[in-house]
């Protein structure tokens, strides 16, 4: 039986702990949501596969020894490593902490950068409730009316546990003007032999005729866990493109969530995840279609090997009178061991006329016919297989928005399949 | 060069080839046809070293030593191209990359030194512009979304580059035009060598006008049944293949 709440008293005290800081009221009615929910469970339909046990004791373990009062000092030479690698104006947050230090300078006329104060932060999700109750420093960011920010915006969360079991909760909104358009890498790192759990979600709403462009790159300690959610708000025209690249965390748990709220907007949203040994990685993405014309397109790609466990789990809801709507879905599975398994789930929901919508999930082996194609040109086998697994990678990164970064995640995720060897 | 002898295999619980015998030299060119089912491409595969065939009786040398020993990349390596009648397309695997590879894997079995990226290109388009290829295939993935006409020349192509001692083209003309079937042949063609041998997989006989054989072989239920010159492939064409099963059961 999975433990599924926390002490509420001590919840409380954490809470009242961080009253000087920003969004006060906000944190308290968060805290009361929070805590009339608790942790999902695997009863909830949407975590039949993932179980936060694991989450809910090092947050435990974490309250228990007054949060913040450890510190953990930075890896500095890992966040330095990734600002000279991608070029970026970041914002680092480190266990939850705006490092200054290490950030770049985001105020412009461009773009605001200011400290979520008492927004209204509940979304109907207990996890977000958490990360409002409990986030350090807040960020809202804003991308000015007719602004075309071309650098991309880093948001680095660089976590650390050495010492004792540490917990992120952090919260970013993010808000495109009219017009605007900007490009966001969202990027998770952690380390540390001590417990982790983050848990970061992710407020957008884009302004007509925006434009997003988004890349979420995800390589914590394969002994960390994390949950993470991204909930966007299209509003007419405007447009969104998002990749996640999953390689890191024992558990990983990503949630995205596309609100078609304006006629023709357009949402197109792919990833890849790697998982092995015993990691567990799960991707749910929804799209609400709640007015047409619309597009939205997803594909997802996996590959695992040892035993890893993955979930793709892709929902389109076409509301009725969303008529000239247009969803396609697509999932594609590698698996490279037999004690390897994925939960591939597509779900369609449609109440309106006149829409496309289409899906279609598949799980295998590499192909045989290709393998032997490759032998026959002299290519070892091993090489053969090698290459195979990485074009089903590739495939899917080069979907990602920011082609910059397409050199950048080809290459960890070569690396990543070198470090599993032979399997791959 | 090529020795088969008494050549039985199957797949499956199904006995395809019994007891062929074919003998390769360099230099030559070999046709060997058939009707569907009588194990021409069977033959091709099992040359090759596709393990859906499993070789139940007989001995194939190649240069003197026991092909059946090894492995489709040795075979390769060693000289052998095998020119697919269905060449498998593989997405997000550039064109480039595997001929490069491939080149590689063959030149670091003679010893030598990988090839150079400029060297490569430029014997690549020169290759390219003698099958009418447009050079924009290189960065293509392997065969992905090719029509059949270029998966052809594609195949040739990697011919080309490979340079293999024995090259087995299975069914090299079906599904090409008249246009694309020049191209090929005259790749084909170009590659003849008193140094290469070639075998010519094919069900009809029009190749064979492009691609003149030396020899001409008739395969029926798994077993040559007539050789000749390349007059057997006009009488073969005249008399259809019904002639060849009467003759075979006689």
Redesign the interface.
């Given at each position: 039986m999975s433990v599924v709440s926390l002490s509420p008293d001590a919840l409380q005290r954490a809470v009242d702990d961080l009253s000087g800081n920003s969004a006060a009221e906000s944190r308290q009615v968060a805290l009361q949501q929070f805590l009339q929910r608790g942790f999902p469970t695997p009863r909830d339909e949407d975590w039949k596969y993932t179980d936060l046990a694991k989450v809910v004791d090092i947050s435990e373990r974490w309250l228990a020894h007054a949060p913040d009062a450890v510190a953990e000092p930075l890896d500095e030479s890992a966040v330095r490593e990734i600002q000279s690698t991608i070029d970026a104006t970041w914002l680092v947050f480190s266990n939850g902490r705006l490092n200054s230090d290490l950030s770049d300078a985001l105020l412009s006329e461009a773009i605001d950068v200011t400290a979520i104060d008492n927004e209204a932060l509940t979304v109907d999700d207990p996890l977000a409730d958490l990360s409002a109750a409990l986030m350090l420093d807040g960020i809202s960011i804003r991308v000015g009316e007719a602004m075309q920010i071309e650098k991309p915006i880093g948001l680095l969360f660089a976590d650390r546990a050495t010492k004792a079991p540490q917990v992120t909760q952090a919260r970013i909104n993010i808000r495109l003007e009219a017009g605007s358009a900007a490009r966001v890498i969202e990027y998770h790192l952690s380390s540390g032999d001590a417990d982790h759990y983050s848990n970061v979600h992710i407020d957008v709403d884009t302004g007509a005729d925006a434009s997003l462009d988004y890349v979420r790159l995800q390589k914590r300690s394969r002994s960390h866990s994390q949950t993470q959610r991204l909930n966007a708000r299209l509003n007419d025209r405007s447009i969104m493109r998002h990749f996640g690249l999953d390689l890191g965390g024992a558990l990983a748990r990503n949630d995205l969530k596309i609100d078609i709220a304006g006629a023709a907007a357009s949402a197109e949203f792919n990833g890849l995840y790697i998982g092995a040994e015993k990691q567990h990685i799960d991707n749910h993405t929804r799209v609400d279609h709640r007015i047409g014309p619309a597009r939205s397109v997803q594909e997802y790609r996996g590959i695992m090997s040892g035993r890893s466990r993955c979930v793709w789990n892709g929902k389109a809801i076409v509301h009725a009178g969303a008529d000239g709507s247009d969803a396609e879905q697509a999932n594609h599975n590698l698996l490279l061991s037999e004690h390897s398994e994925i939960n591939a789930k597509p779900e369609l929901e449609i109440y309106a006329d006149e829409v496309k919508c289409s899906h279609g999930t598949t799980v295998g082996q590499l192909d045989e016919a290709a393998l032997f194609y490759l032998r026959t040109r002299g290519l070892n086998p091993s090489d053969a297989k090698r290459i195979l697994t990485r074009a089903f990678a590739t495939r899917v990164v080069e979907k990602s928005p920011i082609p910059e970064l397409h050199e950048l995640l080809n290459l960890l995720v070569e690396t990543r399949l070198t470090e599993l060897g032979s399997e791959v | 060069m090529l020795e088969i002898s008494n050549l039985n295999a199957r797949t499956g619980d199904t006995d395809i080839l019994h007891g062929l015998s074919l003998s390769v030299n360099k230099g030559e060119v070999h046709a060997i046809m058939g009707p569907n089912g009588s194990g021409k491409s069977t033959l091709a595969q099992v040359v090759?070293?596709?393990?859906a065939y499993e070789v139940t009786d007989g001995s194939v040398l190649f240069n003197g030593n026991n092909l059946l020993d090894l492995?489709?990349?040795e075979?390769?390596?060693d000289g052998i191209?095998?020119g697919?009648q269905y060449?498998?397309e593989?997405?997000?695997?550039n064109n480039a990359?595997?001929l490069k590879?491939?080149v590689n894997?063959?030149r670091a079995?003679q010893g030598l030194e990988e090839i150079d990226a400029f060297e490569f290109l430029k014997l690549a388009r020169e290759k390219m512009a003698l099958l009418g290829m447009d050079p924009k295939f290189l960065n293509r993935?392997v065969n992905e979304g090719f029509s059949g006409g270029e998966k052809k020349r594609n195949e040739i192509l990697?011919m080309a580059m490979?340079e293999p001692t024995l090259a087995i083209l299975d069914e090299t003309d079906s599904g090409l035009d008249i246009d694309a079937l020049k191209a090929v042949a005259e790749g084909v063609n170009a590659l003849r060598s008193p140094e290469r041998a070639i075998i010519l997989v094919t069900h009809y006989q029009r190749l064979l006008d492009y691609i003149v054989p030396d020899f001409v072989h008739v395969l029926s239920e798994g077993r040559i049944v007539r050789s000749g010159d390349k007059s057997l492939a006009l009488e073969l064409e005249e008399k259809g293949y019904e002639w060849v099963r009467e003759a075979a059961s006689a």
């Amino acid at each position: 039986m999975s433990v599924v709440s926390l002490s509420p008293d001590a919840l409380q005290r954490a809470v009242d702990d961080l009253s000087g800081n920003s969004a006060a009221e906000s944190r308290q009615v968060a805290l009361q949501q929070f805590l009339q929910r608790g942790f999902p469970t695997p009863r909830d339909e949407d975590w039949k596969y993932t179980d936060l046990a694991k989450v809910v004791d090092i947050s435990e373990r974490w309250l228990a020894h007054a949060p913040d009062a450890v510190a953990e000092p930075l890896d500095e030479s890992a966040v330095r490593e990734i600002q000279s690698t991608i070029d970026a104006t970041w914002l680092v947050f480190s266990n939850g902490r705006l490092n200054s230090d290490l950030s770049d300078a985001l105020l412009s006329e461009a773009i605001d950068v200011t400290a979520i104060d008492n927004e209204a932060l509940t979304v109907d999700d207990p996890l977000a409730d958490l990360s409002a109750a409990l986030m350090l420093d807040g960020i809202s960011i804003r991308v000015g009316e007719a602004m075309q920010i071309e650098k991309p915006i880093g948001l680095l969360f660089a976590d650390r546990a050495t010492k004792a079991p540490q917990v992120t909760q952090a919260r970013i909104n993010i808000r495109l003007e009219a017009g605007s358009a900007a490009r966001v890498i969202e990027y998770h790192l952690s380390s540390g032999d001590a417990d982790h759990y983050s848990n970061v979600h992710i407020d957008v709403d884009t302004g007509a005729d925006a434009s997003l462009d988004y890349v979420r790159l995800q390589k914590r300690s394969r002994s960390h866990s994390q949950t993470q959610r991204l909930n966007a708000r299209l509003n007419d025209r405007s447009i969104m493109r998002h990749f996640g690249l999953d390689l890191g965390g024992a558990l990983a748990r990503n949630d995205l969530k596309i609100d078609i709220a304006g006629a023709a907007a357009s949402a197109e949203f792919n990833g890849l995840y790697i998982g092995a040994e015993k990691q567990h990685i799960d991707n749910h993405t929804r799209v609400d279609h709640r007015i047409g014309p619309a597009r939205s397109v997803q594909e997802y790609r996996g590959i695992m090997s040892g035993r890893s466990r993955c979930v793709w789990n892709g929902k389109a809801i076409v509301h009725a009178g969303a008529d000239g709507s247009d969803a396609e879905q697509a999932n594609h599975n590698l698996l490279l061991s037999e004690h390897s398994e994925i939960n591939a789930k597509p779900e369609l929901e449609i109440y309106a006329d006149e829409v496309k919508c289409s899906h279609g999930t598949t799980v295998g082996q590499l192909d045989e016919a290709a393998l032997f194609y490759l032998r026959t040109r002299g290519l070892n086998p091993s090489d053969a297989k090698r290459i195979l697994t990485r074009a089903f990678a590739t495939r899917v990164v080069e979907k990602s928005p920011i082609p910059e970064l397409h050199e950048l995640l080809n290459l960890l995720v070569e690396t990543r399949l070198t470090e599993l060897g032979s399997e791959v | 060069m090529l020795e088969i002898s008494n050549l039985n295999a199957r797949t499956g619980d199904t006995d395809i080839l019994h007891g062929l015998s074919l003998s390769v030299n360099k230099g030559e060119v070999h046709a060997i046809m058939g009707p569907n089912g009588s194990g021409k491409s069977t033959l091709a595969q099992v040359v090759a070293g596709h393990d859906a065939y499993e070789v139940t009786d007989g001995s194939v040398l190649f240069n003197g030593n026991n092909l059946l020993d090894l492995e489709p990349e040795e075979r390769a390596r060693d000289g052998i191209f095998l020119g697919f009648q269905y060449p498998v397309e593989i997405p997000g695997v550039n064109n480039a990359y595997l001929l490069k590879a491939a080149v590689n894997a063959r030149r670091a079995h003679q010893g030598l030194e990988e090839i150079d990226a400029f060297e490569f290109l430029k014997l690549a388009r020169e290759k390219m512009a003698l099958l009418g290829m447009d050079p924009k295939f290189l960065n293509r993935g392997v065969n992905e979304g090719f029509s059949g006409g270029e998966k052809k020349r594609n195949e040739i192509l990697q011919m080309a580059m490979l340079e293999p001692t024995l090259a087995i083209l299975d069914e090299t003309d079906s599904g090409l035009d008249i246009d694309a079937l020049k191209a090929v042949a005259e790749g084909v063609n170009a590659l003849r060598s008193p140094e290469r041998a070639i075998i010519l997989v094919t069900h009809y006989q029009r190749l064979l006008d492009y691609i003149v054989p030396d020899f001409v072989h008739v395969l029926s239920e798994g077993r040559i049944v007539r050789s000749g010159d390349k007059s057997l492939a006009l009488e073969l064409e005249e008399k259809g293949y019904e002639w060849v099963r009467e003759a075979a059961s006689a």
